[in-house]
């Protein structure tokens, strides 16, 4: 029995200095999925995260998430399997634009 290959992918999002922004955190095919666990680094000299969201794909699952600086660790599992499901978005997360974040600025979001 050979191992399922997963994808998971963090949207572009933009704002302006001081607003907080959601990225989606998607998956290419959620079926028989039962957690997820994964890193994500920033550049907190332009952004800094302030937290995470479940989706209507993972409404049932418990989720924890640990900010550090410049990472954000989420962790998602449920009990049973996804089934029957595609791509979809596994979490929401959150992030606050520094204040003094020269417009146009960006940081790289890595998995």
Do not use: C
Request: aromatic letters at 6%; proline letters at 5%; charged letters at 15%.
């Amino acid at each position: 029995m050979s191992a399922e290959s997963y994808t998971i992918t963090v949207a572009n999002a933009g704002g302006l200095p001081g607003e907080t922004v959601p990225v989606p955190g998607r998956i290419d095919n959620a079926s028989d999925i039962a957690g997820v666990d994964m890193r994500l680094n920033y550049d907190h000299s332009v952004i800094t995260a302030t937290g995470a969201e479940k989706t209507a794909l993972t409404a049932g699952f418990n989720l924890n998430y640990h900010i550090g600086l410049p990472w954000i660790d989420i962790s998602l599992a449920d009990t049973d399997n996804l089934r029957g499901w595609g791509p979809g978005d596994l979490v929401t997360l959150e992030f606050q634009i520094d204040a003094g974040a020269v417009p146009g600025a960006g940081s790289l979001l890595n998995l």
